[in-house]
T-cell receptor, first 114, second 116 residues
Framework: AQSVTQPDIHITVSEGASLELRCNYS??????LFWYVQSPGQGLQLLLK??????LVQGIKGFEAEFKRSQSSFNLRKPSVHWSDAAEYFC????????????FGTGTRLTIIP | KAGVTQTPRYLIKTRGQQVTLSCSPI?????VSWYQQTPGQGLQFLFE???????NKGNFPGRFSGRQFSNSRSEMNVSTLELGDSALYLC???????????????FGPGTRLTVT
């Protein structure tokens, strides 16, 4: 069975500072990995995805993530955060091949301080 | 292109009642998945429909059911509501074409269900 661990429940970062959100997954085959962001009272917005190929993927809003198979990790990064990045971030893994189920981590709440 | 829409956005029901939630996917998307989000359990997969057939199902009781229509719109139904069913219910759609392993899912804004 697939699983996702986001070890940080809450992270506080100063505006303009760099950001790294951690994600570890457990899945036997090639994983399909995603990062989503959720603002209060809203649905989930897809930031980026990894299916195969280049292990460094670029997403929207200046985010990037690096897939490291040896560490079973898919960490999200942003070089300089903006106040509007304050939200909850979810890492997810999908099985693929007719199984559309996404398994989500518990999320990391990001607070930005001026 | 319009995104995933869900109706209603907010709903208040009483224990024992039933409720039906609706989801309209992005045009051209044939797969619709439903998720339940609660503070205690997080995001959990309910089921997925593709071409009017349920393909995948999560670990929820039979009180939770769904269906998909020929235009890919989907509904989910919860019968005999319990207090613990209070949650944000999210619908997601994806393209899904034959021969491709996976497609990203796009989420709607959710329906906030409160059971009293």
């Amino acid at each position: 069975a697939q699983s996702v661990t986001q070890p940080d429940i809450h992270i506080t970062v100063s505006e303009g500072a760099s950001l790294e959100l951690r994600c570890n997954y457990s899945y036997g085959a090639t994983p399909y990995l995603f990062w989503y962001v959720q603002s209060p009272g809203q649905g989930l917005q897809l930031l980026l995805k990894y299916f195969s190929g280049d292990t460094l993927v670029q997403g929207i809003k200046g985010f990037e993530a690096e897939f490291k198979r040896s560490q079973s990790s898919f960490n999200l990064r942003k070089p300089s955060v903006h106040w509007s990045d304050a939200a909850e971030y979810f890492c997810a893994v999908g099985a693929g091949f007719g199984n559309e189920k996404l398994t989500f981590g518990t999320g990391t709440r990001l607070t930005i301080i001026p | 292109k319009a995104g995933v829409t869900q109706t209603p956005r907010y709903l208040i029901k009483t224990r024992g009642q039933q409720v039906t939630l609706s989801c309209s996917p992005i045009s051209g998307h044939r797969s619709v998945s439903w998720y339940q989000q609660t503070p205690g359990q997080g995001l959990q997969f309910l089921f997925e429909y593709f071409s009017e057939t349920q393909r995948n199902k999560g670990n929820f009781p039979g009180r939770f059911s769904g269906r998909q229509f020929s235009n890919s719109r989907s509904e989910m139904n919860v019968s005999t509501l319990e207090l613990g069913d209070s949650a944000l219910y999210l619908c997601a759609s994806s393209l899904v074409l034959a021969g491709s392993p996976f497609y990203e899912q796009y989420f709607g804004p959710g329906t906030r269900l409160t059971v009293t």
